[in-house]
């Protein structure tokens, strides 16, 4: 299958916290691009929810607000077998690090 997106995704794990009510979850990025990432997690959002992100690169703490665009919830003892397990999220707004975050990605 091809790949349709026109934006490039990065394959990077990275140590993610998200939620609806602040970011209390943890969970790794699978991939990420300038847009949004795939965050591999059991504790999946609803899709359409709007949750905060925080995750830092080279010591620097990135914060982002994003949507749940779709979600992926296994039971907990297939969760390492599922392939895409998880929820794609697209940013909406940086609070913090929005500079960093883009360097990073170039650096990649």
């Known amino acids: 299958m091809t790949e349709k ?23 790794f990025s699978e991939d990420v691009s300038t847009t949004g990432m795939f965050i591999r997690t059991a504790n999946v959002c609803p899709p359409n929810s709007r949750i905060r992100i925080e995750f830092t690169v080279d010591d620097n703490l990135i914060q982002v607000d994003a949507r749940v665009m779709w979600a992926k919830k296994v039971p907990q003892n297939l969760f390492h077998l599922a392939k895409k397990s998880g929820m794609g999220v697209r940013f909406l707004r940086f609070q913090a690090g929005e500079e960093h975050f883009l360097r990073f990605l170039e650096g990649a």
Request: without cysteine; aromatic residues 4%; hydrophobic residues 45%.
């Open 5 to 27: 997106r026109i934006i490039r995704r990065l394959k990077k794990r990275l140590t993610v916290h998200f939620g609806i009510d602040g970011a209390s979850r943890v969970a």
